[in-house]
Every structure is written in C-alpha cells, then in structure tokens.
Nanobody
Framework: QVQLVEAGGGLVQAGGSLRLSCAAS????????MGWFRQAPGKEREFVAA????????YYLDSVKGRFTISRDNARNTVYLQMNSLKPEDTAVYYC?????????????????WGQGTQVTVSS
C-alpha cells in the first residue's frame, strides 16, 4: 500500500505561482511512476503531468507545457508540481497518483494509488 498526501494548494492571482507536493508513505516512491491530475467543477478529471520512475522522462498536458514542471525527490519520497504563470482555467482540485507501470502516464487507469487532492484557485 502507498499513501499519498498532497499539499501546497491555495488561492493565487493570475500570473502567480504555486508548488504542489505529494508525499508518499508505506512504500518507496522510487519504484513508482507518478502523475498529477486535476478536476474542475462539472468537468472530468484530466491528466496534467507525469514522471517516470527514474525521473528522466516527463509528460505534460499541452496547455501546461512551459508553465508547469513535474519533478521528484526519491530520497524524500516526494513528487512536486511547480506551477508558474497560473491562469483562471487552472483552477481545480489537483491529485497525485502512483503506478508501477504508467507508460506515458496520461490515463487514470494506469495508476494504483491516489491522494485526496488539494484545491488550487486562480483568481483573475
């Protein structure tokens, strides 16, 4: 079992930045591919970013490329999502997820464990 806890959400003005963190317990995170998803009110959960086990490969939703960066610190058992140049349309609950075999990491079904989510609100 892996327990994931997100932190770092909040209210920020458009153009601002936030860094989300996802701390894992129960298993060593280094054996898992990790992803971030988000869900806005009335919308389906969507892929945001993913990082492979070794950290060498990352994947992003087109609309966040160049603004968001996913990274991992296996020594700290933590994954991060640095979000810059935030826009009101980035407002959502953000979830981190862990999976043993995530491939490109864009599909929710490849993940085995999910956090409870953290709210990000971007005001215009």
């Amino acid at each position: 079992q892996v327990q994931l806890v997100e932190a770092g959400g909040g209210l920020v003005q458009a153009g601002g930045s936030l860094r989300l963190s996802c701390a894992a317990s129960g298993r060593t995170l280094s054996t898992y591919g990790m992803g971030w998803f988000r869900q806005a009110p009335g919308k389906e959960r969507e892929f945001v970013a993913a990082i492979r086990r070794g950290g060498g490969s990352t994947y992003y939703l087109d609309s966040v490329k160049g603004r968001f960066t996913i990274s991992r610190d296996n020594a700290r058992n933590t994954v991060y999502l640095q979000m810059n140049s935030l826009k009101p349309e980035d407002t959502a609950v953000y979830y981190c997820a862990a999976g043993l075999n995530i491939g490109l990491g864009r599909e929710a079904y490849v993940y085995d464990y999910w956090g409870q989510g953290t709210q990000v609100t971007v005001s215009s």
